[in-house]
């Protein structure tokens, strides 16, 4: 269960943070140009954040308690190995969540 | 300016981001299904999806709240999957930051990873789009976005307590995040970052309160900028 003033506090600190970091260069630094070094690392922050917080998710569910889960596995791998192919986030959902089901209705 | 020299751009980048919509959509509802599951009312669940708008760090911090991760970690976590939008702000700037300010911030909390690429794709081919009509371009791309967001938020929300656990719907995070890393792995270095980062995270489980996602996400970033280096360097990297 997650606390109240919790999550309103998690909620209006994302939200003003997030335009923040929207805001952060339309809004403040203009027309001026930004360190190489920034950049290269602003890159690779969706990269880096997504896998990290997914990892330990598909090798432990939540939906087994924990326990590594066969057909969770495979649909993970089959949704990474379809975006990486066609490049297409609507068709890798897709394959992902068939082979999840499948999978599970195979396993019983 | 006159209006109608400006409804063109603006139609065109609705056009433009019209097929986006198929994906916004499930996405939107995932997080509707999902925080209802977490035991979100249906106008705290509206609340959050309006006011931060960023589907990928709202599933990230209710994912860690949910997991009963501190408040402080699940909000720097949802703010590190925004950190590209600050990447996102600084390439339109070039391109919208003479725009007025109220206009500015318009933009920027409109600014997702849809209307941001569709918009400097758009005005690095058209050079000759003065700034009303690239605004109105940015402004186009947002229009189906922003209330099929809202309104599939709002449907998954509704639907969400009527989904038996045979839906599996713990893995529905991990598919929809899977779906959008695959295609962002554009580069060695990309693809170095992911494996750095999903590697750290499972050996760092151990730290408390979730903090080793962070650990292994901010070694993976340097890991992905040194490796942009050392392919530029050999000049590999495009």
């Not at chain 1, 403040?28 to 890159?43: D, I, Q, S, T, Y």
């Not at chain 2, 950190?83 to 391109?95: E, G, N, Q, V």
């Amino acid at each position: 269960m997650i606390e109240r003033p919790e999550l309103w506090v998690v909620i209006a600190l994302l939200a003003f943070g997030s335009f923040l970091l929207r805001f952060a260069f339309l809004g403040f630094v203009g027309n001026r140009e930004l360190p190489a070094w920034l950049l290269r690392h602003l890159r690779y922050t969706a990269v880096a954040v997504l896998p990290a917080l997914i990892a330990p998710m598909i090798l432990w569910p939540s939906g087994t308690d924990g326990a590594f889960d066969l057909p969770r596995f495979a649909a993970a791998m089959v949704t990474l190995a379809a975006g990486l192919y066609w490049r297409n986030v609507l068709v890798a959902i897709t394959l992902g969540a068939t082979t999840l089901y499948l999978g599970l209705y195979l396993a019983g | 300016m006159s209006s109608t020299s400006s409804k063109t751009p603006f139609w065109l980048g609705f056009r433009d981001a019209a097929p986006f919509v198929l994906v916004v959509a499930p996405f939107a509802m995932v997080f509707g299904v999902i925080a209802t599951e977490a035991g979100l009312s249906i106008a705290e669940t509206m609340v959050f999806t309006i006011s931060v708008f960023a589907g990928a760090a709202q599933l990230t911090s209710l994912q860690l709240l949910q997991e009963n991760a501190p408040a402080v970690i699940a909000l720097v976590s949802g703010l590190a999957v925004n950190l590209r939008m600050a990447m996102y702000s600084a390439s339109l700037t070039p391109h919208l930051g003479a725009a007025p300010l109220w206009k500015r911030a318009l933009i920027s909390y409109l600014t997702v990873d849809q209307s941001y690429a569709l918009s400097v794709a758009k005005f690095d081919e058209r050079t000759d789009w003065d700034l009303p009509r690239k605004t109105a371009y940015f402004f186009g791309t947002c229009s189906p976005i922003l209330p099929v967001w809202v309104s599939m938020t709002l449907i998954g929300a509704l639907i969400g307590e009527r989904i038996p656990p045979e839906a599996a719907l713990d893995f529905a995070v991990p598919i929809a995040f899977l779906a959008i890393i695959g295609p962002m792995l554009r580069t060695p270095a990309h693809l170095v970052t992911a494996l750095v980062a999903s590697l750290g995270s499972v050996l760092f489980t151990w730290v408390p309160y979730n903090m080793g996602v962070i650990i292994a996400a901010s070694i993976a970033m340097m890991a992905g900028a040194q490796a942009e280096l050392e392919l530029t360097k050999r000049g590999l990297f495009k």
